[in-house]
């Protein structure tokens, strides 16, 4: 667990992602950020801010797949498990792992953050009924939470590589795939929520015009 604390594996980015993620928990809990994400407007804002940042989050999943002869990140599959780590932290090399676990601490911070602001704001500004938008606060809160501490500890098995002994490692290598399945999972799902909701809404508003 050490080795997470070398200033090597960070960068201004990391920061920035620190900044966004704090930002976020406090649109999600606090009243005045429940009340911003509410407006139609909030949309339009956090799409903005979420197109580059999930641009250069893909360049650098692009640059990692090509260090790793074709194989894309652990994080970009669905599904994944102890035999798909190993063969793509084997095909990464030393300097390749590095550079996974500098991209999962600074880069890819930033992509969490922006999906959920996004997220968080449509729903937030378009969802009506009471029972779908707990839902969808739930889910969020989810894929949330399971993504930042995939991302956080992916970096501990990909640094150790090879190395799978241990309490720690064994116990992460069966978690974090679990925790990369739940975050698209609970992503999907909220979505799902929000189209069978604005199908709700728009029934309701037909019935009321009949």
């Not at 994400?37 to 940042?53: D, E, F, K, R």
């Not at 692009?62 to 074709?70: A, D, H, K, N, V």
């Not at 194989?71 to 390749?96: H, M, N, R, T, W």
């Not at 779908?132 to 956080?152: D, E």
Request: net charge neutral.
């Amino acid at each position: 667990m050490g080795l997470l604390f070398d200033a090597k594996y960070y960068s201004l980015l990391s920061l920035i992602g620190f900044g966004w993620t704090i930002l976020t928990f406090w649109l999600m809990f606090s009243e005045r950020g429940r009340f911003l994400l509410s407006s139609p407007w909030s949309i339009l804002i956090a799409a903005a801010a979420m197109v580059p940042s999930i641009w250069y989050v893909a360049s650098e999943v692009g640059r990692l797949t090509e260090l790793s002869g074709g194989i894309p990140p652990l994080d970009a599959q669905y599904g994944y498990g102890k035999v798909e780590i190993a063969a793509f932290a084997s095909a990464l090399g030393a300097d390749g792992r590095d550079a996974y676990a500098a991209f999962q601490l600074g880069a890819d911070t930033l992509a969490p953050p922006a999906f959920v602001c996004f997220l968080m704001s449509v729903f937030r500004s378009t969802v009506k009924l009471k029972v779908p938008l707990i839902l969808c606060s739930v889910l969020a809160f989810t894929y949330f939470g399971s993504v930042l501490l995939a991302n956080s500890l992916m970096p501990v098995i990909i640094i150790h590589f090879p190395t799978e002994s241990g309490p720690l490692l064994s116990a992460l290598y069966g978690a974090v795939p679990v925790m990369d399945w739940l975050k698209y999972s609970a992503h999907a799902s909220t979505w799902l929520v929000i189209f069978i909701a604005w199908i709700w809404q728009c029934a309701g508003w037909v019935r009321s015009r009949t």
